[in-house]
């Protein structure tokens, strides 16, 4: 590991291998059930935050099809090109996600799949205290953690010549941050990816 700011590694190996993730993980099909059931959580015309957003697909397509409001955000500027151009009824916004400011009450859900894991953890913290602040009362949050604590680089990612770094802590340590923030967790589950996983929470802010 270099001194180099993690979140550059993260940018550059997101605007090198944006295709070959898709490509890799069968983004045309990917997180279809979790996609769905959110979709009927959801009432019509709500409005969703997608962090972490990628190409815009699935997630972003998937919602903006069924008629809701998508705003996405990515650090990759070739990851927000390119979800602009598949999903061009969404919102999206070049930025680290840690530095956003939206209005208390903005969304009626927050989507993060893959994306806090790449994050600094003080900084996964302070962001899910804002999820909290911008979602509805009632309002869900989905998103996916590290099951085991683990930060590190894998200098050939995807074997796309770009590296890519990680930092995330324990499924339990995720709960307790998630419950901290103020959401209330409605289901926990793990998720296989070869011989690791990941951790998938549904969470909701409190009704008024």
Not at 17 to 36: F, N
Request: hydrophobic share 40%; glycine share 8%; charged share 25%.
């Amino acid at each position: 590991m270099t001194d180099e700011d993690p979140k550059q590694i993260v940018r550059r190996g997101y605007d090198v291998l944006s295709l070959r993730y898709d490509e890799a993980t069968g983004a045309d099909s990917k997180y279809r059930t979790w996609i769905a059931e959110l979709i009927a959580r959801l009432e019509s015309g709500s409005r969703v935050l997608d962090v972490g957003c990628g190409s815009g697909v699935p997630v972003a397509r998937e919602l903006v099809a069924a008629g809701h409001r998508v705003t996405g955000v990515d650090i990759s500027e070739v990851q927000i090109r390119r979800a602009r151009e598949l999903v061009p009824d969404g919102e999206f916004i070049n930025a680290d996600a840690t530095s956003l400011d939206f209005p208390a009450e903005s969304f009626d859900a927050v989507v993060s799949l893959y994306a806090l894991i790449h994050m600094p953890q003080d900084e996964q913290q302070q962001l899910l205290r804002n999820i909290a602040t911008w979602l509805r009362p009632g309002g869900w949050f989905l998103c996916t953690t590290g099951q085991r604590a683990w930060t590190g680089v894998d200098d050939d990612w995807l074997d796309g010549g770009a590296p890519m770094w990680w930092s995330h802590t324990d499924a339990d340590t995720n709960r307790t941050w998630i419950a901290q923030a103020g959401l209330t967790i409605e289901h926990q589950a793990v998720i296989p990816e070869g011989p690791s996983a990941h951790a998938l929470f549904w969470s909701r802010r409190p009704p008024a």
